[in-house]
């Protein structure tokens, strides 16, 4: 085929994914992430319930601040791998900080939690290993475990007969290690995964268990140190990787917290951590600062609590279907895809920024407004948004 065809091939893509309504429009800002935003081609500011900026620290000036001390002391970049000349005392500094919150023994930061767990699985586990993922695991996760040697086993999510099933059949297929997978929370549902059941079966196959606490760390569980403190197993899981871009100011890099040796080895061995550029300093900066202000009280965990039961009995009042739980990731189920598109768009319009989520981020049929609280919103903004939901929903149908 020719260079020409390559570039039709393209075209022929495109269409495709606009003509399927898979297209995902980018909406500019032009305003800080907070929970109000300015949105290029709307005439007045929206609330803004489809950040991962669940604090409401990634416009915190303390966080700006310290991360521009730490660009004025350290420079712009590393311009280095961590082994060559990359590593800043401040790297090390933030990765102790970050496995004492975690309660592991170190921590290795990574440029995001995509490259964590791309990194993760190939130097730890070989072919005589088998990894059992849950089958909503993170994009991340899949292709991380794909990078690897060991047997795949999936189990249906958060479903611990068929975890058990396949814990079974790993170990029947005369399996080395077992290392089970999970996203601590799933972003699409809302779910937090039971961990202390994840871990109670991993006692009885003596299988290593891992977390994907992206949706967690800063916010969940006892001050904010993520679901296995939650569920009161932080000893028992043996890997944690998670982001700094999410509720940790919303910068950006990932880490992966783990014992000693772990994460000894990973610094020989992975691979996106040997052959890409060290954190810049700036977001070490910001990331110790987002984590004093995370490990210094409980008032933003309180109020991000408190606005998610406000919005979750509010909609539920109002009459719509949602899903989750326990979490500030509230869904508000549509089904049909083109429905919770119009949504999204009349919503919009009436001052409140949410995405719709359809095929195949979800399942067909199960197309849905994801919404997510954050610290940063007041009680009369949720209530704003909750009424315009309710005439939106009225106006297309979904509501009677
Ligand atoms: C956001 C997310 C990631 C990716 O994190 P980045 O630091 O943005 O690369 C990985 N896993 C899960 C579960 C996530 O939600």
Not at 179 to 195: E, K, Q, W
Request: net charge negative; aromatic share 6%; hydrophobic share 45%.
């Amino acid at each position: 085929m020719s260079r020409t065809q390559f570039y039709q091939s393209v075209d022929t893509t495109l269409t495709q994914i606009r003509s399927e309504g898979l297209w995902k429009p980018e909406r500019p800002l032009r305003s800080p992430q907070g929970g109000e935003v300015e949105v290029v081609g709307q005439s007045a500011p929206v609330l803004n319930f489809c950040a991962n900026n669940y604090l409401g620290l990634a416009d915190s000036p303390s966080i700006a601040a310290a991360a521009t001390s730490a660009m004025q002391t350290y420079g712009y970049g590393m311009a280095s791998v961590r082994f060559i000349c990359g590593t800043l005392d401040a790297h090390r500094e933030l990765e102790a900080e970050l496995a004492d919150f975690i309660g592991t023994d170190d921590a290795i930061t990574f440029a995001a939690c995509f490259d964590a767990n791309g990194a993760v699985f190939e130097p730890l586990l070989g072919a005589e290993d088998a990894i059992i993922s849950d089958s909503l695991n993170h994009a991340s996760i899949i292709d991380g475990v794909r990078l690897c040697k060991a047997a795949r086993y999936r189990f249906k999510t958060r479903d611990m007969a068929d975890l058990e099933t396949q814990l079974q059949a790993a170990r029947a297929s005369d399996t080395e290690h077992i290392l089970i997978v999970t996203d601590g929370v799933f972003s699409m549902d809302g779910y937090i995964a039971d961990l202390a059941a994840i871990c109670q079966l991993a006692d009885t196959y003596d299988a290593l268990v891992m977390v994907d606490d992206c949706h967690a760390t800063g916010f969940i569980g006892p001050d904010g140190r993520g679901t296995p403190a939650l569920h009161d197993v932080v000893e028992r899981v043996d890997i944690v990787t998670s982001t700094l871009g999410k509720a940790m100011g919303g910068g950006m890099g990932g880490f992966i917290a783990a014992r000693q040796n772990v994460v000894d080895l990973l610094r020989q061995r992975a691979r996106p951590y040997l052959f890409s550029n060290a954190l810049a300093p700036a977001l070490v900066g910001g990331a110790m600062e987002s984590l004093r202000l995370v490990r210094a009280g409980d008032d933003l965990r309180r109020q991000l609590e408190s606005n998610a039961t406000r919005f979750r009995s509010a909609m539920t009042t109002a009459g719509f279907e949602l899903t989750g739980e326990g979490h500030p990731i509230i869904p508000v189920m549509i089904g049909d895809a083109a429905l919770a598109a119009e949504m999204a768009t009349r919503l919009l319009a009436e001052g409140v920024y949410v995405t719709a989520f359809s095929y195949p981020v979800v399942p067909i049929g199960t197309a849905r407004i994801r919404t997510q609280m954050n610290a940063a919103h007041t009680d009369a903004e949720i209530d704003r948004a909750v009424a315009a939901f309710s005439r939106v929903g009225h106006e297309l149908g979904i509501l009677s």
